[in-house]
């Protein structure tokens, strides 16, 4: 009789080979479809992606096969891969994240990077955060300016406790004030600012509907609807900014890349603010609009 077939061998290489084959044809392209293979793997094996290389040919417990498995399960079903793991890399720090907050994207580190740009020289800045979600834009600016006093707020007070846990996480939860409420409502009397800053909701209804099914069914609800038009939080945003900002004090909005004119007109159309330039993202497509009190 011919010798009984052995048993695969399920290695680090083969398992990230066979489930990038398999989530690729589910959806993703190869190589994104082989990014999350590796940070999933990773994250069950409580190490880095880099480390999963030089441990490629080690075969991993059927414990953590069994957690790995779960995992790809859940994203297939279309959990998105930061809600996973509990954590998504943003200007180069790692955020907690969870369904109670927006996934941070790379795009958002456009308003991050202009903003310290513009405050570098400025001694001991003071900067307003709207709509904090996660707190990436709060915690990467107190982060990266060592100076600066950071004002974060938002609605949700799920959002919030999130926002707090990375600002203890990257020691800045001294400089960083978290304040619960709807835009500038929570804000004490007489409060300015040099630099107001904010990736408010801004898509539609429309728009919510031909979303990814992991944004579209998972990602909060609260942080992606901008109202009929996508442009309810800009319009309220540029009508209250102006007693919050200092004299020569930025204004600076995430916006979607087919609201650059409308969110701009908004902006022009406050007789205290100066519409500035709009800045692009890495893809060139129109990402931030920019503002100064007059």
């Not at 900014?241 to 204004?251: Q, R």
């Amino acid at each position: 009789m011919p010798p009984e077939a052995a048993a695969p061998v399920w290695t680090i290489k083969a398992l990230l080979d066979w489930t990038t084959d398999f989530l690729a044809k589910k959806g993703p392209a190869p190589a994104a479809a082989r990014l999350e293979a590796q940070i999933l793997l990773a994250h069950v094996l409580a190490c880095k992606k880099v480390d999963l290389l030089v441990r490629y040919d080690e075969p991993p417990d059927e414990a953590a096969r069994t957690a790995f498995r779960a995992l790809i399960k859940r994203r297939v079903d279309g959990w998105p891969v930061a809600y996973l793991v509990g954590f998504r890399e943003f200007y180069m720090l790692a955020f907690e994240v969870s369904p109670a907050v927006l996934v941070p994207r790379p795009e958002t580190e456009t308003l991050v990077a202009e903003a310290l740009r513009l405050l570098k020289a400025s001694p001991a800045p003071t900067v307003l955060d709207l709509c904090t979600g996660s707190g990436c834009i709060a915690v990467s600016v107190a982060h990266q300016k060592k100076d600066a006093r950071v004002t974060a707020a938002d609605v949700s007070p799920d959002a919030l406790d999130v926002a707090k846990r990375n600002a203890a996480r990257h020691g800045v939860a001294d400089r960083v004030a978290f304040l619960q409420g709807d835009l500038f409502a929570p804000l004490p009397a007489r409060a300015t600012f040099d630099a107001v800053l904010s990736n408010p909701p801004y898509v539609t209804p429309a728009e919510l509907a031909t979303l990814a099914p992991d944004v579209r069914d998972h990602e909060p609800r609260l942080a992606l609807d901008g109202g009929p038009d996508g442009l309810a939080f800009y319009r309220r945003i540029a009508a209250g900014v102006g007693p919050f900002l200092k004299p020569g004090g930025v204004l600076m909005v995430e916006i979607g890349y087919t609201q650059d004119e409308a969110v701009r007109a908004l902006i022009a159309g406050r007789p205290e603010l100066d519409v500035g330039k709009t800045l692009k993202d890495a893809a060139g497509l129109p990402r931030v609009v920019t503002a100064k009190r007059r």
